[in-house]
């Protein structure tokens, strides 16, 4: 049963509009959540990560929310450039340390077009 | 540089051969990770490797086995190769506390058994 459910499946945008990518899950327990970037072709490239019960990021362009009270995350991108273009994957890990298990959602195609 | 590096990129092999894939990290990380992702699924575990000879089953290692000899490299083997392993596989290296430090990816190795 798939454990972590990413929304929308895919996403077009035009370059410089905003984007809101969202992350479901059920993993428990629910140690940290994980925001990749995969260029087509290229690994998994970690955007960000968010630790505490109710956490906030920012990473330039990209931030992130986290509330685990709904097991919900949400990932931000702000002013989307045509690099943004990629598959966006939500990784929610089940304990800090390397005993636990990364659960990996099927992610969103982001596609940003001019 | 921190890296993780995968060889071959590509590779296609008729079913019933061996097949090796192999990984390599710099940075001197205990754990070592072999994944394979399929279209529509997030990642799944195959392998995992805490340290030199010390590897453990990840959910879906039937048809798999590895080795690591070194604590930079670590093997990914398939004894008599199937179809439905056609899949691309990626390797993954990170330091024991995998909430507060970085998973590093390597690029994927796309495998076609024909």
């Known amino acids: 049963k798939t454990q972590v459910e990413q929304s929308p499946q895919s996403l077009v945008v035009r370059q410089g509009e905003n984007c809101v990518l969202q992350?479901?899950?059920?993993?428990?327990?629910?140690?940290?959540l994980r925001w990749f970037k995969q260029d087509t072709g290229k690994g998994l490239v970690s955007l960000t990560v968010l630790v505490d019960q109710k956490d906030k990021t920012s990473n330039g362009r990209y931030s992130a929310t986290l509330d685990k009270d709904a097991k919900h995350s949400t990932l931000h991108i702000t002013a989307t450039l045509l690099d943004d273009t990629a598959t966006y994957i939500c990784v929610v890990g089940d304990r800090g340390s390397a005993l636990g298990r990364l659960h990996f959602g099927a992610g969103t195609q982001l596609i940003v077009i001019p | 540089d921190m890296k993780v590096t995968q060889m071959p990129r590509y590779l296609i092999k008729r079913m019933g051969e061996n097949v090796l894939l192999e990984c390599g990290q710099d940075?001197?990380?205990?754990?070592m990770y072999w994944y394979r992702q399929d279209p529509g699924l997030g990642l799944q575990l195959i392998y995992i490797s805490y340290d030199v000879d010390s590897n453990s089953e990840g959910d879906i290692p039937k048809g798999y086995r590895v080795s690591r000899k070194k604590r930079e490299h670590f093997s990914l083997i398939l004894d008599s190769a199937k179809t439905n392993q056609t899949s691309v596989y990626f390797c993954?290296?990170?330091?024991?506390?995998?909430?507060?430090?970085?998973?590093?990816f390597g690029k994927g190795t796309r495998l076609t058994v024909v």
């Open positions: 992350c479901n899950y059920s993993v428990t327990p629910d140690n940290h």
């Open positions: 993954a290296s990170s330091s024991w506390d995998t909430a507060n430090t970085e998973v590093f």
């Open positions: 940075m001197s990380h205990e754990t």
